[in-house]
């Protein structure tokens, strides 16, 4: 079955001519076909180009020697990340029919290694929220059950790789926006480093938090996607990935998992994390409990942070720079740019990227920057080096992904701050900059469990030494 390899063992057939790139990506377009209807993933899927790209690719096969282990690999790619000359969204209306003049860098450094696009996938407009269902277009839908969410924002993507629709996809992180999917849907999600991924190409959200990273169905398939897509950028001056890894190879890892995290989360899910711990320590490892008050902090900062951030980057979206604008659709005669500006993102941007807005210029404007923005700066480097202490001494730290399994759709969309509670244990990688991956381990009544692992920056390597010492345990 296709849809079982890894890259790597698709790569081996594709060189030694077992399969053609085309049965390869054939088999992903009749899932695609397949399940679209019932789940959605996709905004837009690339038929027509792709067949062009497949015909460049294939005649290099048993020609050129040492091609790329990506070399013919289908992927789909969250709707926030530009693919040059293709319609790109952010699943805004105002953003509808925009098409992106560039490639993102991730896209071009996998597109240089032979990388095919089937297709952009949904997410919440412009990557804000827990579900796709602030998404402007539809509401994706949960892999194991059509009634319940995906996830977000990159709900689309984490939907459209369980269900065989990509070998692998791109998604972004800002709040836990890779993981908390990635958790719903049983796949492989990494929040790399913030900065280990050029953010060039990636539609901003909070530029200080974004990062790109991969989902996959296997843990090799997302750490080989992430080892392409990573490294120092000239176009984003915040990117850096250290040439020598930071990290040797260790099998007497020492992890930790946080006391607070499990207090208001679903027993079921502690339990399952839990029996895993237990496991370890049986394996002779060191597994101890750590205490992290300031975890009820990190919600409140990061929405602080986090909206500021975004008051000031949709600030670009007036009408007249990009996309949508009521100059073009409206009759109306504009006395001043003001009413264009006002009319334009009324009209285009839905409720909770306005929420969003409002409550960043708020915690911006004067009087208030220094009652909460600044606070909330300061509460992140708290945070951040609690988290450095605790890596001093641990080589990671294990919890569950979410506090909760993948929820019913409708359940919260009325209720943001419900919706805003499902982050907290994706969070505090993001205000850290820390990477963090979600695997899969295990199901609840039919539905997937996340566990995540958190290490020090640039330590991706430990992670992934980590989570397939796991993957052996609980096989
Ligand atoms: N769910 C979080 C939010 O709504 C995270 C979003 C993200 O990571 N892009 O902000």
């Known amino acids: 079955m296709l849809g079982t390899f890894s890259i790597r063992e698709l790569h081996q057939k594709i060189i030694k001519q077992e399969i053609k790139i085309k049965d390869i990506v054939e088999y992903y377009l009749a899932n695609i076909k397949k399940n679209q209807v019932k789940f959605k993933p996709f905004l837009n899927v690339f038929d027509k180009i792709l067949i062009k790209q497949m015909d460049v690719l294939q005649p290099k096969i048993g020609v050129s020697r040492n091609l790329p282990l ?21 699943a805004s209306k105002i953003l509808k029919g925009f098409r992106s003049p560039f490639d993102a860098t991730a896209i071009k450094k996998l597109r240089e290694n032979g990388v095919l696009f089937l297709g952009k996938t949904n997410l919440d407009e412009f990557a804000m929220g827990s579900s796709t269902e602030n998404s402007a277009f539809f509401t994706s839908s949960n892999p194991f059950d059509s009634r319940l969410v995906a996830g977000g924002s990159s709900g689309g993507s984490a939907a459209a790789v369980a269900l065989n629709m990509a070998q692998f996809a791109l998604g972004s992180d800002t709040g836990g926006s890779i993981r908390q999917p990635a958790a719903f849907c049983g796949v492989y999600g990494l929040k ?9 190409g990636l539609i901003a959200m909070a530029s200080s938090l974004d990062v790109i990273g991969p989902l996959a169905r296997n843990l090799d398939d997302v750490f080989l996607v992430f080892d392409y897509i990573k490294g120092t950028d000239v176009q984003d001056l915040s990117s850096f990935y250290p040439k020598t890894p930071a990290f040797v190879p260790k099998k007497d890892f020492k992890v930790c998992y946080v006391k607070e995290y499990f207090e208001g989360c679903d027993e079921r899910i502690y339990k399952r994390i839990f029996s895993i711990l237990e496991s370890l320590k049986k394996e002779n490892l060191i597994v101890e409990e750590v205490s992290l008050p300031i975890l009820k902090d990190v919600l409140p900062c990061y929405y602080i942070i986090m909206a500021s951030e975004v008051s000031s980057n949709l600030a670009r979206y007036d009408g007249i720079k990009y996309g949508s604008s009521k100059l073009k659709s409206s009759k109306n005669y504009f006395k001043n740019l003001l009413d264009l500006y006002l009319d334009t993102r009324f009209e285009f941007f839905g409720n909770e990227v306005k929420r969003r807005i409002f409550m960043g210029t708020f915690s911006l404007s004067y009087g208030y920057f220094e009652a909460y923005y600044l606070q909330a700066l300061k509460m992140q480097q ?15 730290v294990i919890g ?4 909760e ?3 019913k759709i409708g359940e919260k969309s009325q209720d943001p701050v419900k919706m805003y509670l499902s982050d907290i244990y994706t969070v505090p990688a993001n205000l850290g900059g820390y990477p963090a991956l979600s695997m899969p381990v295990g199901f609840i009544d039919g539905l997937p469990v996340g566990l995540q692992i958190m290490a020090d920056m640039w330590n991706e390597p430990m992670i992934k030494n980590i989570a397939g010492y796991i993957e052996k345990i609980i096989k």
């Not at 790399?192 to 060039?200: D, I």
């Not at 569950?400 to 506090?403: K, R, S």
């Open 192 to 200: 790399p480093t913030y900065g280990a991924v050029s953010r060039f």
């Open 400 to 403: 569950p992904t979410t506090p």
């Open 405 to 407: 399994l993948a929820f």
């Open 382 to 396: 708290k945070i951040k080096s609690e988290f450095a202490k605790i890596f001093k001494t641990y080589d990671a």
């Open 70 to 90: 990506l070399y013919g690999i289908p992927a789909a790619v969250k709707d926030n990340i530009c693919i040059e000359n293709t319609v790109t969204t952010a």
